[in-house]
């Protein structure tokens, strides 16, 4: 796996971000999920009758996305991981999790991933349902979201890194 000097993934915008997520997470998608392998996912969406912009519009994917796309397979090659570009960002369920760990008075270290999920296991989501910081429902997925974040990014990952408010 090639690793960016730079943070490769603050250059995709978030629709794109999430097409390489959905590509990496499909489990009937071929292996290793490149640039060039979106690329042509997105082609083979698009009716072969109808011209270029013709088919971009048909399917809502706008001019924007594929020029994106296109450029960051001429800047890092056809080749690159698609996972490299995708942006790893908690839920704002999961960011408010998270928030709530990092500002606990009697932490003395900063938490990491799997502190995170500890305090997941342990029921914390229902105590800020509780206290109106969580809805009911957003609690449902918040242990998958963890342990996927740890599975991509390892356990002693800082947890602060991957706050995101909408």
């Given at each position: 796996m090639i690793r960016?000097?730079?943070d490769v993934a603050t250059r995709v915008s978030a629709n794109l971000s999430a097409l390489f997520e959905s590509q990496v997470n499909d489990p009937d998608a071929e292996q290793p999920v490149t640039l060039a392998s979106v690329r042509a996912f997105i082609a083979?969406?698009?009716?072969?009758?109808?011209?270029?912009?013709?088919?971009?519009?048909h399917v809502d994917i706008d001019d924007?996305?594929?020029?994106?796309?296109?450029?960051?397979i001429e800047e890092f090659g056809g080749d690159s991981l698609a996972i490299e570009f995708a942006q790893s960002n908690a839920s704002e369920p999961l960011s408010r999790v998270i928030d709530a760990v990092v500002n606990d008075e009697n932490r003395e270290n900063p938490p990491t991933l799997e502190t995170i999920k500890e305090a997941i296991a342990s029921g914390?989501?229902?105590r800020l349902v509780g206290d109106g910081v969580l809805e009911d429902d957003e609690d449902d997925g918040l242990l998958a979201e963890i342990e996927a974040l740890i599975r991509r990014h390892g356990a002693d990952s800082l947890a602060e890194e991957?706050?995101?408010y909408e």
């Open positions: 960016y000097p730079i083979g969406l698009l009716p072969a009758s109808l011209s270029e912009a013709e088919r971009l519009h924007s996305l594929l020029d994106e796309l296109d450029a960051l914390l989501p229902a991957f706050i995101r």
